[in-house]
C-alpha cells in the first residue's frame, strides 16, 4: 500500500485550506510537539476526499484532531469528551458567534424526549450528559464529534483556542466510560432517587478532620480535584459541586466558613465506596432521574460566596465503609 506525507495531504488544498492548515500545525507543533501528522491517505480512488490525523502515534489512540480534505476545502474534527464539553460549555463566550453556534449546533442535545439516531433510537439516550450552566441545565451529546467546514484563515483564532482546549482535555476518565450497562450500573450503585426536606443546616456543628469522613483522606483529595469539588465551610466531609468551575483542578483552597446551609429541597442518592465510581455518573443519574419526574433542579447561593449551589456531597463513613450522599435542590 502506498504510503503518503502531510506534503502529499497539503498539495491537495486550495490556498485557503494550506494558510490554515500551515497555522496549525505550527500551534499544535508549539503546544506539544508529541501530536503529528500521521494516517494519511486519499479516502476514494479519484482522490478527491483526504484524512489526515494528528496522534501521538500511528492508527493508535484518541487523535486530537482530524482533518478533511474534499476537493480542496479543509474540514477539521474534534472528538469531544465530558471535560472538553464541559470546558467549551463555560467558555463559549470567548469564541465568535458563528464558531459558537456551529459547535453548540452540533454538542447539544436536541432529541426532545427520545434518543438520536446515532444514540438511544426512539428511547431516552442513557448517556446523555448535563451541565448546569448560565443557572440553566444543558443536555449534550454523550460524544460529540464536531466538524468545522471550509476553512479559512479568518476561523483561526476559533480554531487554535479550541485545539487549544483539547489538549488540555485529552484524558478519559476510565471511571466515566459509557457504553453497555452505563444506565444498569448507574441504578446499582446510586439506588431510588430519594426526597428529603432540610431544615438550615449549621456547618460549625459538625466540624472534624478530612480523615474522619474517608479511610484514606489522600484520595478524596484526588477525587475532589478531578471533579471539581470544592469545601463548603468547616462541616468535614460536605463538598459542593463547582459546576461552573472552568478548569479542571483549578485551586480548592481558601476561606469558606458560612454558618449554615439555606433550608431546601433536595434530591439524593447515596453511593457506597463512592472514589471508585465517577461522580459526573451520580450527577448525570440524579439529572436524567428528575428529568423524567418532570422535577426541576434549582439552585442555592453559597453562604459565605454567593456563588450557585446546584450540588452537594456529603462523605462520611458508615459501617466501617466510605459513603457518599449526594444532594440536588429541587423546586
Known amino acids: 500500500m502506498q504510503s503518503y506525507t502531510d506534503d502529499d495531504f497539503f498539495a491537495v488544498l486550495n490556498p485557503a485550506g ?14 506539544d510537539p508529541i501530536f503529528m501528522p500521521c494516517d494519511i491517505r486519499p479516502k476514494n480512488r479519484e482522490a478527491k476526499e483526504w484524512t489526515l490525523h494528528y496522534r ?8 486530537l484532531c482530524t482533518f478533511y480534505a474534499t476537493e480542496g476545502a479543509l474540514s477539521v474534527r474534534v472528538a469531544f469528551l465530558t471535560s472538553m464539553t464541559h470546558e467549551f460549555l463555560l467558555r463559549q463566550h470567548e469564541f465568535s458567534d458563528s464558531a459558537k453556534r456551529a459547535v453548540l449546533g452540533q454538542v447539544v442535545c436536541s432529541a ?17 450528559q448535563h451541565f448546569w450552566v ?11 464529534w464536531v466538524t468545522l467546514e471550509s476553512l479559512d484563515e479568518n476561523m483561526l483564532p476559533d480554531l487554535e483556542r479550541l485545539i487549544t482546549l483539547q489538549l488540555r482535555n485529552m484524558t478519559q476518565d476510565k471511571m466515566d466510560s ?13 439506588g431510588d432517587i430519594q426526597t428529603t426536606v432540610l431544615p438550615e443546616t449549621p456547618l460549625a456543628a459538625d466540624a472534624s478532620r478530612t480523615g474522619d ?20 465551610g468547616e462541616n468535614g ?43 459526573h ?51
Open 18 to 31: 494550506q494558510v490554515v492548515l500551515a497555522a496549525l500545525n505550527g500551534h499544535i507543533c508549539a503546544a
Open 56 to 63: 501521538k502515534r500511528p492508527k493508535t489512540g484518541k487523535a
Open 112 to 128: 426532545a424526549g427520545t434518543g438520536c439516531r446515532s444514540y438511544g433510537g426512539t428511547t431516552v439516550c442513557p448517556w446523555r
Open 134 to 144: 448560565g443557572g440553566r441545565l444543558v443536555k449534550t451529546c454523550p460524544y460529540p
Open 178 to 190: 459509557k457504553g453497555s450497562g452505563y444506565a444498569e450500573g448507574n441504578q446499582q450503585r446510586c
Open 213 to 232: 469522613h474517608i479511610a484514606k483522606p489522600a484520595r478524596l483529595t484526588r477525587y475532589a480535584k478531578w471533579y471539581n469539588l470544592l469545601p463548603l
Open 237 to 279: 466531609g460536605l463538598w459542593f459541586y463547582r459546576s461552573d468551575a472552568a478548569v479542571r483542578g483549578e485551586d480548592t483552597t481558601g476561606t469558606r466558613t458560612p454558618a449554615a446551609i439555606p433550608a431546601a429541597t433536595y434530591a439524593t442518592v447515596t453511593v457506597a465506596d463512592p472514589v471508585t465510581f465517577s461522580f
Open 281 to 331: 455518573r451520580v450527577w448525570n443519574y440524579l439529572c436524567t432521574g428528575l428529568d423524567g419526574q418532570h422535577k426541576t433542579i434549582k439552585t442555592i447561593p453559597h453562604p459565605g460566596t454567593g456563588e450557585s449551589i446546584s450540588c452537594l456531597a456529603k462523605f462520611y463513613r458508615k459501617d466501617g465503609k466510605d459513603c457518599m450522599t449526594v444532594m440536588i435542590p429541587i423546586a
